[in-house]
C-alpha cells in the first residue's frame, strides 16, 4: 500500500517509520511511505505556506496553491488515491475506519498546520476527513501518523501472527481481555489458573467473559450493537451476565 503524505514538516515522520513493524513492513515493500514537503511547492524566496486569515482575527491559514501543487505531483506520480485532510472537524477515526481504509491500494494525507488550511482547498480536494480525537494538536502529522500505523497493521502479513489483528479490542465491539505472560507469581499474584491448564476451550471461554465483563465495565456503549452467538448467550447465562447487557442494550430509559 502507498502512503503519500504532505506536510511541511517532513523530517517528524522519520524516526517512527524507522522501528518495529512499520520498519518491516517497508523493508518488505508491504508499505510505502512517500513524504511530501509542502514548501517545496512554495512560490517564492521565502517558501511562504501561509498567510493571515482575511477577514483577520488569530493565526495563520495554510495558503492554497502550495497545497494544491502537491497534491496535483503526487497525482501526476501515479497516486490515485484517496485525498484524506486530517482535520479535528472530520469524521472520528474508528478501527472500522482503519479497516475501510486497508482494502484501498494507495492513500494522500494531508498535514494542516497553524489554524488549518484554505477552505477553497478543501472543497476542491479532500475527499474525506479524518480526525483522532476531540482535542486539537499542533499539526495533522501525527495523526497521520496514527492511520499510517493502524491501517499498515492491517495489511495482509504486516503482522507477525495474522490472528492478532482479529483478536484485538474494537475487532469486534468488545475489549480485549486481560494478558498475562511470565512470571506466573508476580509480587504475590498468580496468573489465573486457567491459563495455565493447556484447555483451549476453557481458556478461549476465560477470555470471552473477561471480555464482556472489561467492555461492560469501563465501555458498555460497545456492546448495544454487539451480536452474541447462542454459544456466547449460553456462556454468558451461566456468568450472570445477560441481564446486563441487556439493559445496556435497552439504553438509560429502558
Ligand atoms: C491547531 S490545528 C487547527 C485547528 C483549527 N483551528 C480548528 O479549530 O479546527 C492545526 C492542524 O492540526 C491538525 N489537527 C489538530 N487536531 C487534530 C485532530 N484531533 N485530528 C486530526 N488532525 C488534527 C489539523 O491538520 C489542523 O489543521
Redo the contacts with the bound molecule.
Sequence with gaps: MLFDVLTIFPSLFVSPLEEGILRKARQEGKIRIQLTDIRDFADDRHATTDDRPFGGGE?MV?KPEPLTAAVEKVRAAGNTGRVI??????RR?SQEIARELATESSLIL????????DERFRAAFCEDE???????????E??AMVVIDSVSRLLPGVLGCPDSAERDTFSRRLLKHPQYTRPRNFRGVDVPEVLTNGNHAEIEGYRFIEAVRRTLARRPDLLIQEEFTPQESRLLQKHGLLEAIAAVKAGPTG
Design positions: 493565526g495554510m485532510l486530517l482535520t479535528p472537524q472530520g477515526y494531508v498535514c494542516g498546520r497553524y489554524e488549518g488550511v479524518l480526525s483522532i480525537g476531540d482535542y486539537i494538536l499542533t499539526g495533522g501525527l495523526a
